[in-house]
T-cell receptor, first 111, second 117 residues
């Protein structure tokens, strides 16, 4: 069965510092991988997605993610975090099936 | 392009009452999903429609939840009777691909926050 694990429930970073959010997946076929962001009281907004090809994908708001098949991972990175990045981040996997989401990582940004 | 519209945004009901949520997907999107997001967790799929037919409702608690998508456009999700554990955000999403195709991207509405007291 497909599943997504986000090991970090809550991460706090200083504004301007780099960020990496971890995501590990289990999927029986070639996965499609997604990162979504959710601000309080809002729906989910797609940051980036991976289907095939270059394993380093660029997204909106300066985010990128790297697909590593050997590690079943799809970690999200940003070189310099802004206070407005504080939100909940969800990794998801799916291809011909509906998306399965991880439990999310809450990002707090301090001055 | 208009996004996925949901209403109401917030709803408070007493247990054993009924409630309904409405979703209008992005125009032309064949696939519609209802997800339940309990506080502190990721969204969990309740039901998937392809046009006006149900593709997957394996995780829908059918003794109390029902959903329909008339004419393959708008959808409603109903809970009757509600339980305390139904308190959650109910997210509607839509995507373009028809059945048998691969997910490209699901677009989400802002959700309906349900509180059952």
């Amino acid at each position: 069965a497909q599943s997504v694990t986000q090991p970090d429930i809550h991460i706090t970073v200083s504004e301007g510092a780099s960020l990496e959010l971890r995501c590990n997946y289990s999927y029986g076929a070639t996965p499609y991988l997604f990162w979504y962001v959710q601000s309080p009281g809002q729906g989910l907004q797609l940051l980036l997605k991976y289907f095939s090809g270059d394993t380093l994908v660029q997204g909106i708001k300066g985010f990128e993610a790297e697909f590593k098949r050997s590690q079943s991972s799809f970690n999200l990175r940003k070189p310099s975090v802004h206070w407005s990045d504080a939100a909940e981040y969800f990794c998801a996997v799916g291809a011909s099936t509906p998306l399965v989401f991880g439990k999310g990582t809450r990002l707090s940004v301090i001055a | 392009e208009a996004g996925v519209a949901q209403s109401p945004r917030y709803k408070i009901i007493e247990k054993r009452q009924s409630v309904a949520f409405w979703c209008n997907p992005i125009s032309g999107h064949a696939t519609l999903y209802w997800y339940q997001q309990i506080l502190g967790q990721g969204p969990k799929l309740l039901i998937q429609f392809q046009n006006n037919g149900v593709v997957d409702d394996s995780q829908l608690p059918k003794d109390r939840f029902s959903a329909e998508r008339l004419k393959g456009v708008d959808s409603t999700l109903k809970i009757q009777p509600a339980k305390l554990e139904d308190s959650a955000v109910y997210l509607c999403a839509s995507s373009l691909p028809p059945r048998g195709s691969f997910n490209t991207e699901a677009f989400f509405g802002q959700g309906t926050r349900l509180t059952v007291v």
